[in-house]
């Protein structure tokens, strides 16, 4: 039976809008999903850069103002792939417009910023998502399954990082379309919102709530130039973050994030430590699981290293053969699947709006924490 044609309008064309759009493509293919996303329109101030994206990607058309994009009664889906002061303003005039809204990590600058964008689209009750596309590793999946199977027993411990280095250089500046990611009336943070973020919404989906924590940041080099002054300007972000902190169910949370870790380009690691069982899961070896289980034989006893190639593991089946490993892309294609197969469902696949604020909420408090120097609340407010 013919797919439901499901049509797609992006806003942005960088990175991200990558990722995203071979993933449209490529999620129906491997797939059984009950719509076909159709790559109706890009969106970029750019009209020739949104062209030319269009033309590489097989986009049908081309808008260079995203009200107008928003406004087409041929779009069903907004995806937000731009910087991240555009998301809230964007999303919630699509969710306003009945669109379904897909919106990438974090949700927004602040909570402030996000609580509007989830109550926009609950309101409206469209499907929506956010882009925290590591959930969708198949070796984490499995670490997911059998936490919730309870073979870890009590959780002790939960750590994490995420290391790069390509901030180091004093000459790079800040700003701009390229490096907007350095410039905080932009991005709203440094590396805690942009990298630190996944490793939070890792850690709460597979731990539970954080909910207090005491955290420390650091701007090594203070004053770069600004792409769109050409004066040197004050840094207003984080190049570095750490931070202690509490899981609501009483287990240690230790987190760092950086770029100037010299010789890292994205060591994303984590490792959970509970009384029956640990686990631990690299970035770089994303097919990996190591899984140490203290109920085996003595003697038999230790670390196992499970390669996550299997049709019994989690989507694999719907790849290759048994043996052969999967990579970054594909974790853009298992979250297109997983929304479109919950869209069809009426329902929004995880993670929602409501995920993305809960993390801009522990986000903010490290920022908060790291300006107090004392422990702050990273729980949701009551309503």
Not at 10 to 23: D, I, Q, R
Not at 171 to 200: F, Y
Not at 304 to 317: L, R, V
Request: with cysteine.
């Amino acid at each position: 039976m013919a797919k439901k044609k499901l049509n797609v309008g992006l806003v942005g064309y960088g990175f991200m809008g990558k990722t995203h759009s071979n993933a449209f493509l490529q999620a129906p293919r491997f797939f059984d999903t009950p719509y076909e996303p159709v790559l109706k329109a890009v969106c970029a101030r750019s009209a020739e850069k949104a062209k030319d994206f269009a033309d590489t990607w097989g986009y049908e058309s081309v808008e260079t103002d995203w009200r107008k994009l928003i406004e087409r009664k041929d779009i069903d889906v907004i995806d937000i792939a731009s910087p991240n002061n555009t998301h809230a303003e964007i999303a919630i005039a699509a969710a306003e417009a009945g669109k379904w809204v897909l919106c990438e990590k974090p949700l927004a600058r602040t909570a402030e910023e996000g609580k509007p964008m989830w109550d926009a689209v609950k309101k409206a009750g469209v499907p929506n998502m956010v882009w925290y596309n590591y959930r969708r590793v198949p070796a984490v999946v499995l670490l997911k399954q059998l936490l919730d199977e309870g073979r870890f027993g009590r959780i002790f411990h939960y750590r994490s990082q995420f290391l790069q280095d390509w901030t180091i250089s004093e000459d790079l500046p800040q700003g701009g379309q390229a490096l907007w990611r350095l410039d905080s009336a932009v991005s709203g943070s440094g590396v805690t919102g942009d990298l630190l973020a996944h490793n939070i919404d890792m850690a709460m989906w597979l731990n539970g709530q954080i909910v207090d924590v005491t955290a420390m940041t650091e701007t090594f080099i203070k004053e770069r130039m600004h792409n769109e002054t050409g004066k040197k300007q004050p840094v207003t972000i984080d190049d570095a973050a750490a931070f202690l902190g509490h899981f609501e169910n009483g287990s240690m949370a230790l987190f760092e994030s950086t770029r100037y870790a010299r010789g890292h380009k994205a060591l994303f690691t984590l490792e959970i430590n509970g009384e029956k069982a640990s686990a631990r899961w690299d970035l770089h070896d994303l097919h990996r699981l190591e899984f140490f289980d203290h109920r085996d034989e003595g003697r038999l006893r230790g670390w196992k290293s499970i390669h996550i190639t299997d049709g019994d593991h989690p989507y694999m089946k719907n790849w290759w053969v048994p043996g052969l490993q999967i990579g970054y892309e594909h974790t853009f294609i298992h979250q297109v699947a997983d929304f479109l197969i919950a869209a069809g469902a009426g329902k929004s696949a995880e993670p929602t709006f409501e995920d993305g604020l809960k993390c801009d909420y522990v986000t903010d408090a490290v920022l908060k924490s790291a300006k107090s120097k004392q422990w702050e609340s990273a729980l949701p407010p009551k309503e």
